[in-house]
């Protein structure tokens, strides 16, 4: 009887380790959204590094644009995810709560306006009049708008339509559009029948910088700071690869072609796009020009300034005092040692 109520014993001690290590393995599980900009980073979706590295079971996502990705954050769907600085400005100043933990890019080449070949734009001086597209509530829509109040004109002298990419691409390509502010793959798609107008880094020196960046939930960042810091390796690891060594990352290389099946396009326009990025070494960004500081980091003023001027355009109805809060270089710091 004894043996019998040992074994009794040990077989439900063995049930309840097991459900005690499912639980736990159920915990380290996480929705991750990505879009598909040329990165390198994006290499650790495709090949497993983000979860090797992390532990974590990972449902990475893909989406069309950063307020796509907000929504679903909203929604509880998606705690981390890739996005610009408009749809984050615009999430943060309706009282979402999320953080940045990493930068991935600044204003650059990598997004651009491309005006359709027989459009009649050769400046920006010929804009007035012509219809334009750029993805909802994104860092391109913003810049677009910036551009144009730029010359003196508003959304009544530009028709501006804010379209999804694939809705911009085929309207483009039907020439019911003049052009359209888009990143990569709808950027190579355009640049086809036409030609860059203004880059994201041209807006950016006008008054209107940008920025994209991986930001996670105030709650799972708080709950899960290893994950965020294991997550950031992994990102500096494949950007250090291209900084340090673009051969491997040309047309030709395996990781242009593992990029091209997991965002789309072919391997030589991946390759391109990485040439476009403008990007911010860890080893920089938690100081106080990027995400260190708090209020006074170079990314909550980025946030701020976007956010007045969407308010301006009645995009958004309130501007917070600071962005501090929404922003961490926790996961960064740790980077640097």
């Known amino acids: 009887m004894n043996t019998v109520r040992r074994l009794l014993s040990l077989t439900l001690g063995s049930l309840l380790l097991t459900s005690a290590l ?17 990165l390198p980073s994006s290499l650790g979706i495709a090949n497993g590094d983000f979860e090797k590295a992390t532990g974590y079971k990972i449902d990475f996502r893909k989406f069309n644009s950063g307020g796509e990705i907000f929504a679903a954050i909203a929604a509880g769907d998606v705690q981390v995810g890739y996005v610009g600085s408009s749809p984050y400005a615009a999430a943060t100043s309706r009282g979402l709560d999320v953080k ?6 600044i204003s650059g080449t990598d997004e651009a306006l491309v005006v359709r070949n027989g459009s009649g734009i050769n400046s920006v001086a010929d804009l007035k009049g012509k219809k334009l597209a750029a993805a909802p509530v994104s860092t391109d829509h913003y810049q677009l708008l910036a551009l144009i109040k730029s010359q003196g004109l508003s959304e009544k002298d530009v028709q501006v339509f804010a379209i999804p990419q694939p809705e911009i691409v085929a309207a483009y390509n039907r020439g019911d559009i003049d052009g359209g502010f888009v990143w990569d793959p709808a950027l190579t798609e355009l640049k086809k029948n036409g030609r860059v107008l203004v880059t994201s880094k041209d807006v950016a020196e006008k008054g209107a910088p940008t920025f994209s960046a991986w930001v996670a939930t105030g709650a799972f960042a708080k709950d899960n700071p290893e994950f965020l810091k294991a997550f950031s390796g992994v990102i500096e690891k ?100």
């Open 238 to 337: 494949h950007t250090q690869s291209f900084v340090n060594n673009k051969a491997a990352w040309n047309k030709d290389s395996e990781n242009a072609k593992q990029l091209a099946k997991l965002l789309g396009g072919t391997p030589a326009d991946q390759a391109a796009g990485l040439l476009n990025l403008n990007l911010v070494p860890a080893s920089a960004q938690a100081s106080d020009a990027w995400l260190g500081g708090g209020e006074k980091s170079g990314i909550a003023k980025i946030l701020k300034e976007t956010a007045a001027f969407l308010k301006e355009q009645k995009k958004i109805s309130d501007v917070l005092p600071n962005y501090g809060a929404f922003v961490t270089p926790v996961a960064v710091a740790s980077l640097k040692k």
């Open 100 to 105: 940045a933990f990493y930068l991935a890019s």
């Open 22 to 38: 499912a639980a736990q393995a159920a915990d380290k599980s996480v929705v991750v959204a990505y879009q598909t900009d040329a």
